[in-house]
């Protein structure tokens, strides 16, 4: 029952002023950090993923060969298996610096809550 | 049946059985059953998710479809992966972050609403119950196939293997067995895909140049357009696909077993390079089933082409290697469908009774016992659907489970997380309505109601154009959620503020 309740307050929260953390310059960074490289990757890898089947289906420019009988819709198809791993590797590396960023947004308001005190 | 066959299908049991059992002694809490107490780590969690996602219908099925349509099979293929940059980018980190047990947790981080709840629920068990009936008969089906035992018996034998695993061992006994399921299925594949490419001579190149000519479509085989030839029809599926996985709650439910979001993230880039390199070798599958199997023989085994790996496979490696094969193809089945059950458990057990009728005060041992009551009933229930479903085609279930994930799932996960305007409302009118245009537009869509008799439920002509309707639910989906919230004017901006930081930060216990 204890752990129950240990629980509930910690989904509570233990005093932080969260619309106060949301103002702090140092979340802002994070979000604009994040959003910088977060909304033109979404935009490229959805935009080169939903462009091959209106290539595939509508025109016959992939239907070409591209090297040997390998024609481009096969080296596009793979190109975005190529895509994919590399969008997660940079996001990857991209996230320590996110990581570093957030835990600079707690200790700050952690700071800020013992001085209040 | 041979012999070999037999002992490699006893040994999957005995060894699930196993790990079974060591999983029930550390299973006594709500929380071990539902995430395995959180500590799994990265490559176990990244392996464990694509034991959860690479199903019969991956293995088996884009094999097959590969095999008897070239490119057009080698669709899902992508779709599937690609998605795992949505999982990535938007939706694992905050689900970890907001959410305890399930997907509806999450949501309810945001809104202390029952009916939000309900709904989400409502929404993890719809997508449950089309998945694993389609897996299940499918299941059923390919058992009959590879062990040549009766239908009704096949899905018994998987449906009490994944009753066993879950009710005992919860997520840890659930997790191991995908991992091993993924380590055997990626074995497997390697296996075969050397075997095929030694044909080949190690060369690409030649490989499609023979290819070019080993078909009965030639040089279409290498071309778009065999299967699919509904331009809108084909987009539509690429569009279920891709935004489908992030919303399909047995996967979500796996970011809950790891500590943290870093943990969260490294299990997803696991899974991806995993899941990524399994379907680019489905091409070794399906073209080496193509040229050393045939496609005559192939569709005389399995219209659908479900038997062209297991084909390709003796045609390779003999009767042993065949088996293998086989006894992969089981444990596939297994890992899916018990990461199915748990998630469907976890919506009745947790969501309704736990949230919404003991308003989160029950006991820990009420919860323990809802756990496994809830269990038991997916499971039962899903079974007697499987074997009364036996000579439906059901095979669009599984695309259907996608389209409504991506439909009524998607768009409040984003707006959720992402949007300050987001209300109650808005949550609601999104849900219900990606789910409603998704059911909608398949029941009078051509996988429900085809011309050609026996090729769907019903005989006729269809009312909506579209086999996938994700083209336009998906979109309805977000247009519901945006017009439900700005219909209501209630905002709730410290709420949101909360919301905001611990999805983007993570929630740290106090230093002191």
Same mark, same amino acid.
């Given at each position: 029952?204890?752990?129950?309740?240990?629980?509930?307050?910690?989904?509570?929260?233990?005093?932080?002023?969260?619309?106060?953390?949301?103002?702090?310059?140092?979340?802002n960074e994070l979000m604009a950090a994040k959003k910088k490289f977060l909304v033109p990757s979404i935009i490229i890898f959805l935009g080169l993923y939903l462009l091959f089947p209106i290539l595939i289906s509508y025109t016959n420019a992939l239907d070409k060969i591209a090297i040997g009988d390998i024609s481009w819709a096969w080296v596009y198809a793979l190109?975005?298996?190529?895509?994919?791993?590399?969008?997660?590797?940079?996001?990857?590396?991209?996230?320590?610096?996110?990581?570093?960023?957030?835990?600079?947004?707690?200790?700050?308001?952690?700071?800020?809550?013992?001085?209040?005190? | 049946m &041979? /012999?070999?066959?037999?002992? !490699?299908?006893?040994? @999957?049991?005995?060894?699930?059985? *196993?790990?079974?059992?060591? $999983?029930?002694?550390?299973?006594?809490?709500?929380?071990?059953?539902?995430?395995?107490?959180?500590?799994?780590?990265?490559?176990?969690?990244?392996?464990?998710?694509?034991?959860?996602?690479?199903?019969?219908?991956?293995?088996?099925?884009?094999?097959?479809?590969?095999?008897?349509?070239?490119?057009?099979?080698?669709?899902?293929?992508?779709?599937?992966?690609?998605?795992y940059l949505v999982v990535l980018f938007i939706v694992a980190e905050p689900l970890r &972050? /907001?959410?305890?047990?399930? !997907?509806?947790?999450? @949501?309810?981080?945001?809104?202390? *609403?029952?009916?939000?709840? $309900?709904?989400?629920?409502?929404?993890?068990?719809?997508?449950?119950?089309?998945?694993?009936?389609?897996q299940l008969v499918g299941a059923g089906a390919l058992i009959k196939l590879l062990f040549g035992i009766d239908y009704w018996l096949a899905v018994?034998?998987?449906?009490?293997?994944?009753?066993?695993?879950?009710?005992?061992?919860?997520?840890?006994?659930?997790?191991?067995?995908?991992?091993?399921?993924?380590?055997?299925?990626?074995?497997?594949?390697?296996?075969?895909?050397?075997?095929?490419?030694?044909?080949?001579?190690?060369?690409?190149?030649?490989?499609?140049?023979?290819?070019?000519?080993?078909?009965?479509?030639g040089e279409a085989y290498l071309n778009p357009g065999v299967k699919?030839?509904?331009?809108?029809?084909?987009?539509?599926?690429?569009?279920?696909?891709?935004?489908?996985?992030?919303?399909?709650?047995?996967?979500?439910?796996?970011?809950?077993?790891?500590?943290?979001?870093?943990?969260?993230?490294?299990s997803v880039i696991w899974a991806t390079w995993i899941v990524g390199i399994f379907y680019v070798m489905t091409i070794f599958l399906g073209f080496g089933a193509a040229a050393f199997v045939g496609a005559d023989v192939i569709q005389a085994s399995n219209a659908a082409g479900n038997m062209a790996a297991p084909l390709l496979a003796k045609v390779l490696g003999g009767d042993i290697l065949m088996s293998f094969v086989s006894a992969v193809a089981f444990a596939t089945i297994l890992a899916v469908v018990a990461g199915l059950v748990l998630s469907g458990a976890s919506a009745f057990a947790h969501d309704i009774y736990g949230q919404i009728i003991k308003k989160g005060k029950a006991s820990e041992k009420e919860q323990m016992l809802a756990a496994k009551y809830a269990s038991l009933g997916v499971s039962v229930f899903s079974i007697l659907l499987a074997l009364f479903a036996q000579n439906l085609n059901v095979a669009f279930l599984v695309s259907l489970a996608f389209c409504v994930a991506a439909s009524a799932n998607l768009p409040v996960i984003i707006f959720t997380i992402y949007w300050k305007r987001f209300n109650t409302a808005g949550a609601m009118t999104g849900m219900i309505s990606g789910l409603v245009s998704a059911l909608i537009l398949v029941a009078i869509s051509p996988s429900v109601i085809s011309p050609v008799e026996g090729a769907a439920l019903f005989t006729g002509n269809p009312i909506f154009p579209l086999t996938n309707p994700a083209l336009l639910s998906v979109p309805i989906g977000f247009i519901g959620s945006i017009i439900g919230t700005l219909v209501s004017s209630k905002q709730d901006a410290k709420r949101y503020a909360e919301v905001k930081v611990k999805a983007n930060t993570g929630y740290r216990e106090p230093l002191s």
């Open positions: 029952m204890g752990k129950t309740v240990q629980k509930s307050n910690r989904m509570k929260g233990n005093g932080e002023d969260f619309e106060k953390m949301v103002r702090s310059s140092q979340f190109l975005l298996f190529v895509m994919t791993w590399v969008m997660a590797t940079i996001y990857m590396k991209k996230s320590a610096v996110f990581d570093r960023m957030a835990e600079k947004v707690w200790k700050d308001e952690e700071l800020e809550r013992r001085e209040a005190k | &041979n /012999l070999t066959v037999v002992v !490699l299908f006893l040994l @999957i049991v005995a060894m699930t059985l *196993a790990i079974t059992y060591y $999983a029930a002694k550390r299973t006594n809490t709500a929380n071990e059953f539902y995430t395995a107490g959180g500590g799994l780590t990265g490559w176990q969690n990244g392996l464990a998710i694509s034991g959860d996602y690479l199903s019969a219908a991956s293995f088996l099925g884009i094999a097959g479809a590969i095999a008897l349509s070239g490119f057009d099979g080698f669709l899902f293929s992508i779709g599937y992966l690609v998605a &972050n /907001l959410g305890k047990y399930t !997907l509806a947790d999450m @949501i309810n981080s945001r809104f202390d *609403a029952k009916k939000v709840r $309900a709904t989400a629920a409502l929404n993890t068990i719809t997508i449950v119950i089309f998945y694993m009936i389609a018994l034998i998987v449906g009490v293997m994944m009753t066993v695993y879950v009710l005992f061992g919860g997520m840890t006994a659930t997790s191991w067995v995908q991992i091993i399921k993924a380590v055997l299925l990626m074995l497997g594949t390697i296996i075969i895909s050397f075997l095929v490419l030694s044909r080949f001579h190690f060369n690409i190149f030649e490989m499609f140049s023979t290819m070019k000519t080993a078909t009965p479509l699919y030839k509904v331009p809108l029809d084909t987009l539509s599926l690429m569009i279920a696909l891709v935004f489908g996985t992030a919303g399909l709650p047995h996967i979500l439910m796996r970011f809950f077993t790891v500590r943290d979001a870093k943990t969260a993230r490294s």
